[in-house]
Structures are given as C-alpha cells and as structure tokens.
C-alpha cells in the first residue's frame, strides 16, 4: 500500500520561507511523477509543481516558477518543496502526490495523495 506523509507546512511572514516534506513508502515502479499541489479556501485544487522520478525533468505553475523549488532524497523516499518569498496568497493546504505516468501535471492521473498541511502567509 502506497502512503505519502507530508511535513513542514505552518506560519510564515511575506517574503519567508518554509519546506515541505513529503515521505513516501510502499511505492515500487521506478516510472512516475512526484508532484505537489495546494488548495486554496473555496477554490478548486491546483497544480504547483512535479518531477519525473526518470530523468529528473521539473515543471512548475508560473505562479511559483523561481520562487519554489522540488528536490529529492533517493536514499530516504523523501522529497522536498522548498518555498522561498512567499506571499498572502500561496496560503492554501499544500499535498504531495504520486502519479505512474512518467510525467504529468493533470490532477487527474495522480492516484496516490497525502493528507496535505497547511501553509499560511501572514501580510
């Protein structure tokens, strides 16, 4: 059974920065996406970034593009958001989510999520 666990959300003033953990076990295929995304408060999930696991490619929403950044822990099954200069409205409920394709954006084919945590901006 596939389970994500993400960390690292919490309170941080205009311009901070925070990183996300998020652990992954009982993955097993070596083809598949990484990918983050937030729900901000009464709108619809959205896409932030991803990584494909082959090739190490990167993608991220221009909301975020050099503000946010996605890296990886092979060793630990672990792989990171680091959010830099963050402003009041990347407050949202941020999750990490695994797909099998070898890369996508498209919310749809992810499968696998985590329980999200909560990432608020102060102004």
């Known amino acids: 059974q596939v389970h994500l666990v993400e960390s690292g959300g919490g309170f941080v003033q205009t311009g901070g920065s925070l990183r996300l953990s998020c652990k992954t076990s009982?993955?097993?295929?070596?083809?598949?996406?990484k990918g983050w995304f937030r729900q901000i408060a009464g709108r619809e999930r959205e896409f932030v970034a991803a990584k494909s696991w082959v090739g190490g490619s990167t993608y991220y929403a221009d909301s975020v593009r050099d503000r946010f950044t996605v890296t990886r822990d092979d060793a630990d099954d672990t792989h990171y958001l680091q959010m830099n200069n963050l402003a009041p409205e990347d407050t949202a409920v941020y999750f990490c989510?695994?797909?099998?394709?070898?890369?996508?954006?498209?919310?749809?084919?992810?499968?696998?999520w985590g329980q999200g945590t909560q990432v608020t901006v102060s102004s």
């Open positions: 989510a695994i797909s099998d394709w070898h890369y996508t954006t498209d919310i749809q084919n992810y499968k696998w």
């Open positions: 009982g993955y097993t295929f070596n083809r598949h996406t």
